[in-house]
Nanobody, 115 residues
């Protein structure tokens, strides 16, 4: 079955940058919306950013102006460019995709921002 795989997480100092990537582990088509969620320990999973096939984007207020989501429709890949990172950005980041009939999730990648 189709799975999503995130990569690019790691440890970075406050003010630094990281770029996350998400790729399907198998052949996949017709992903309408792709995006990123994150979950910190003891907190609910929250939407970070999303992007439609046409390039329309939405961002959580907490990351606006700092994060940029983009996608490669031919490869069904989605990226999250993160800059000016803050300690409160520390979380496991999950890739998500919506086919129109089902949601797909990646296994998550850890992002840790030190002060």
């Amino acid at each position: 079955q189709v799975q999503l795989v995130e990569s690019g997480g790691g440890l970075v100092q406050a003010g630094g940058s990281l770029t996350l990537s998400c790729a399907p582990s198998g052949r996949i088509f017709s992903l309408n919306v792709m995006g990123w969620y994150r979950q910190a320990p003891g907190k609910q999973r929250e939407l970070v950013a999303r992007i439609t096939r046409g390039g329309n984007t939405n961002y959580a207020d907490s990351v606006k102006g700092r994060f940029t989501v983009s996608r490669d429709n031919a490869k069904n890949m989605v990226y999250l460019q993160m800059s000016s990172l803050k300690p409160e950005d520390t979380a496991v980041y999950y890739c998500n995709a919506d086919s129109g009939t089902a949601f797909y999730w990646g296994q998550g990648t850890q992002v840790t921002v030190s002060s």
